[in-house]
């Protein structure tokens, strides 16, 4: 029996009101809320779907990243570059309209070669139950998303040429100069104009006062003030069946999202935890240092950029029909580049994430730790729940982890969180901390 502290934030780590649930009806989280978590278990039966599931994902991820590159490298190959670049000149001469040219085509060629991928990809999301969307909506989403990426690339690669005309040499610098204040700006949009064209928000408060304000107790005895204009329920369970929440936006924006799953399927101390969770995200700002690590990046991924290109059209321009980097025949060559940089840099951008992942993960056992001897349990009950139901493959290689994972393997989060139970009571589980990524990855895109 667990002991619980009076006070608002009781609540939130002592067993749900005694509900009379029979067995069939318990929520997965009320479910595993009645074992005792050591470790990160899954049926035979579970087991052999995620291990099919991870195969096919790594797979699918890893075409997917080969599939882009090569097709990138058979337009600059044959020559797809100069001729659209004739066919934009001969369209208009005004130069955001060949930019609007010449970036359409280039994003619509790499769309629909990646086409039977991503439906495979929803198809098998469809298959394990991950997914609800149908496929009519998902169409309409895929082809919403073509549609942002080319509104935001079309200015993008217009003030890049910009750039290259007025510096051939220093460009490079310039344009991570002027990436920054987009940036900042893109992921300040995100969460206001991007995100409502895909799915639904409310104020949390709005349809689970009751959960909003347990959440706000437990910001409030963490020391935090987090409005509860900035906590939102988001209408998951249209499309997805797994569980989520995350942190997005900066400024006047940023604000903590929990998917209408999670709040619907998991137990108020499990929420508990994922909240706080968010809550390390939130106020050891790691929108901000995610900002600034990509910034790190980009600032060597353009230097390179700029390095690379000039040798490849010193060496092969001629034969790609390539005279200059500042003529828009160059587009395939340069997104080839740094797609290929953004391959390669992925284990420091993974790294770097799981580093934020594992700080939230700390600073959350921190906060409920102080308050409750059950926050360890809720904690893994709540890895469990999210990866019995998303299929999460208990024990992916490393040099995969190493390479691609954005958030540590469950297994090992449930792991640290059970450590943490000793380290709790001192108070000395906290680790500096660092993002905006959901506790799991979305089942959508590439957040
Ligand atoms: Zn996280």
């Given at each position: 029996?667990?002991?619980?502290?009076e006070?608002a934030t009781?609540?939130?780590?002592?067993?749900m009101?005694?509900?009379?649930?029979?067995?069939?009806t318990?929520?997965?989280?009320e479910?595993?809320?009645?074992?005792?978590?050591?470790?990160?278990?899954?049926t035979?039966?579970?087991?052999?779907?995620?291990h099919?599931?991870?195969r096919t994902?790594v797979?699918l991820s890893?075409?997917?990243?080969?599939?882009g590159?090569t097709v990138l490298?058979?337009?600059?190959w044959w020559?797809f570059g100069?001729?659209l670049?004739r066919?934009a000149e001969r369209l208009?001469?005004r130069?955001?309209?060949?930019?609007?040219?010449?970036?359409?085509?280039?994003?619509l060629?790499?769309?629909l070669?990646q086409l039977?991928l991503?439906?495979?990809?929803?198809?098998v999301?469809?298959?394990y139950?991950l997914?609800?969307q149908?496929?009519g909506s998902?169409?309409?989403?895929w082809?919403?998303?073509?549609?942002?990426m080319?509104?935001?690339?079309i200015?993008i690669?217009w003030?890049?040429?910009?750039?290259?005309r007025?510096s051939?040499?220093r460009w490079?610098?310039y344009a991570?100069?002027?990436s920054?204040?987009?940036?900042?700006?893109l992921?300040?949009?995100a969460?206001?104009?991007?995100?409502p064209?895909?799915?639904?928000?409310?104020p949390l408060?709005?349809?689970?006062?009751?959960?909003?304000?347990?959440?706000q107790g437990l910001?409030?005895?963490?020391?935090?003030?987090?409005?509860s204009?900035?906590?939102?329920?988001?209408?998951?369970?249209?499309?997805?069946?797994?569980y989520?929440?995350?942190?997005?936006?900066i400024?006047?924006?940023k604000?903590?999202?929990?998917?209408?799953?999670?709040a619907?399927?998991l137990?108020?101390p499990?929420i508990g935890?994922?909240f706080s969770?968010?809550?390390?995200h939130?106020?050891?700002?790691h929108?901000?240092?995610?900002l600034?690590?990509t910034?790190?990046?980009l600032f060597v991924?353009?230097?390179l950029t700029n390095?690379?290109?000039?040798?490849?059209?010193?060496?092969?321009?001629a034969?790609?029909?390539?005279?200059?980097l500042?003529?828009?025949s160059?587009?395939?060559?340069?997104?080839?580049l740094?797609?290929a940089?953004?391959f390669?840099s992925?284990?420091?951008?993974s790294?770097f994430?799981?580093?934020?992942e594992?700080?939230a993960?700390?600073?959350?056992?921190?906060?409920t730790?102080r308050?409750?001897?059950?926050a360890?349990?809720?904690?893994?009950?709540?890895?469990?729940?999210?990866g019995?139901?998303s299929?999460?493959y208990?024990?992916?290689?490393?040099?995969l982890v190493f390479?691609?994972y954005?958030?540590?393997?469950?297994?090992?989060?449930i792991?640290?969180?059970?450590?943490?139970t000793?380290k709790d009571?001192?108070?000395?589980?906290e680790?500096p901390?660092?993002g905006?990524?959901?506790?799991?990855?979305?089942?959508?895109?590439?957040d």
């Amino acid at each position: 029996m667990r002991e619980c502290r009076e006070g608002a934030t009781a609540l939130l780590f002592c067993p749900m009101p005694t509900a009379p649930n029979s067995p069939q009806t318990l929520t997965p989280g009320e479910a595993v809320a009645r074992q005792t978590i050591t470790a990160y278990t899954l049926t035979p039966e579970q087991m052999e779907r995620a291990h099919a599931l991870y195969r096919t994902r790594v797979t699918l991820s890893f075409a997917s990243a080969l599939l882009g590159l090569t097709v990138l490298a058979a337009l600059v190959w044959w020559r797809f570059g100069p001729r659209l670049q004739r066919l934009a000149e001969r369209l208009s001469r005004r130069r955001l309209l060949q930019a609007a040219v010449v970036v359409s085509l280039v994003q619509l060629v790499l769309a629909l070669a990646q086409l039977p991928l991503s439906l495979y990809g929803h198809r098998v999301a469809l298959a394990y139950g991950l997914s609800v969307q149908g496929w009519g909506s998902w169409l309409a989403d895929w082809g919403k998303s073509q549609l942002i990426m080319a509104l935001l690339a079309i200015p993008i690669v217009w003030g890049l040429y910009a750039l290259i005309r007025r510096s051939p040499r220093r460009w490079w610098l310039y344009a991570w100069l002027c990436s920054l204040p987009v940036a900042a700006a893109l992921v300040f949009a995100a969460p206001v104009v991007i995100d409502p064209l895909f799915q639904r928000f409310e104020p949390l408060s709005d349809s689970h006062p009751e959960l909003a304000s347990e959440l706000q107790g437990l910001a409030r005895s963490a020391g935090l003030e987090i409005p509860s204009s900035r906590v939102f329920l988001m209408n998951a369970s249209e499309k997805y069946t797994t569980y989520n929440a995350y942190v997005t936006g900066i400024g006047a924006s940023k604000r903590i999202v929990v998917w209408d799953t999670t709040a619907r399927d998991l137990t108020i101390p499990q929420i508990g935890f994922i909240f706080s969770h968010e809550m390390g995200h939130y106020v050891l700002h790691h929108i901000y240092l995610g900002l600034a690590f990509t910034s790190l990046l980009l600032f060597v991924g353009l230097w390179l950029t700029n390095r690379l290109a000039d040798a490849a059209l010193r060496r092969e321009g001629a034969r790609w029909r390539l005279g200059s980097l500042a003529d828009w025949s160059s587009l395939p060559l340069l997104a080839l580049l740094l797609s290929a940089l953004a391959f390669f840099s992925s284990p420091a951008a993974s790294a770097f994430s799981r580093w934020e992942e594992r700080a939230a993960d700390s600073y959350a056992m921190t906060i409920t730790g102080r308050l409750t001897p059950g926050a360890a349990q809720a904690a893994a009950q709540a890895f469990q729940v999210l990866g019995e139901r998303s299929y999460s493959y208990p024990s992916p290689s490393p040099l995969l982890v190493f390479w691609s994972y954005s958030h540590p393997p469950l297994a090992q989060r449930i792991r640290f969180v059970l450590s943490a139970t000793s380290k709790d009571s001192t108070g000395s589980a906290e680790e500096p901390g660092s993002g905006q990524e959901p506790v799991q990855p979305p089942a959508r895109g590439s957040d």
